[in-house]
């Protein structure tokens, strides 16, 4: 599984778009980039994943590069209620076991 | 609702002691999941299933045991063996179909505590 990068935290203001990046040069190409978020003390929940088109849904925006060796997720307007830990993901769509969640970005949002 | 139901919210365990934590979804998932999370850190893979009546170890499988008698199912043993259980025990499931195998939706968790 290719790995991913992610900054440890980062901090955003009520109202305006979160972007969380997420590297992962090594990636294979039948691999996509799953995004997840896990709040305080609740299991993790699954917002968006993307093969190499940009990719959009009533939660968030995932966009990756051409190269596919980076990918950010746009969280439009953030509120309160997004201050959680976000997990960048990189694994093949179907035969896989398990997902494989790092330590993620923890994301503030800030009133 | 269709959801993944995890209990008790709360267990404790005192030494020598074996505890199930109990996992329902009926999302009619075929894949069922257990993950083991410590402060701090990310979730590590205890055992997974992808059919009634079958599971495979995960990378962190010593100590506990599962069993998959039904769809909906998929309980958790905690066994005296495992020296260390206090932590966050999430539940997941997830469609092994070509499309969605990896979007795996989890319960609430159960906080594991030693006594």
């Known amino acids: 599984d290719a790995k991913t990068t992610q900054p440890t935290s980062m901090d955003c203001a009520e109202g305006r778009a979160a972007n969380l990046p997420c590297n992962h040069s090594t990636i294979s190409g039948n691999e996509y980039v799953y995004w997840y978020r896990q709040i305080h003390s609740q299991g993790p929940q699954y917002i968006i994943h993307g093969l190499k088109n940009n990719e959009t849904n009533e939660m968030a925006s995932l966009i990756i590069t051409e190269d596919r060796k980076s990918s950010t997720l746009i969280l439009p307007h953030a509120t309160l209620r997004d201050t959680a830990v976000y997990y960048c993901?990189?694994?093949?769509?179907?035969?896989?076991?398990?997902?494989?969640f790092g330590t993620g970005t923890r994301l503030t949002v800030i009133p | 609702d269709g959801g993944i139901t995890q209990s008790p919210k709360y267990l404790f365990r005192k030494e020598g002691q074996n505890v199930t934590l109990s996992c329902e979804q009926n999302?009619?998932?075929?894949?069922m999941y257990w993950y083991r999370q410590d402060p701090g850190q990310g979730l590590r893979l205890i055992y997974y299933s992808q059919i009634v009546n079958d599971f495979q170890k995960g990378d962190i499988a010593e100590g506990y045991s599962v069993s998959r008698e039904k769809k909906e199912s998929f309980p958790l043993t905690v066994t005296s063996a495992q020296k260390n259980p206090t932590a966050f025990y999430l539940c997941a499931s997830s469609i092994t179909s070509t499309q969605n195998f990896n979007v795996q939706y989890f319960g609430a968790g159960t906080r594991l505590s030693v006594l």
């Open positions: 999302l009619n998932h075929d894949a």
């Open positions: 993901i990189v694994r093949v769509h179907t035969g896989a076991n398990n997902l494989f």
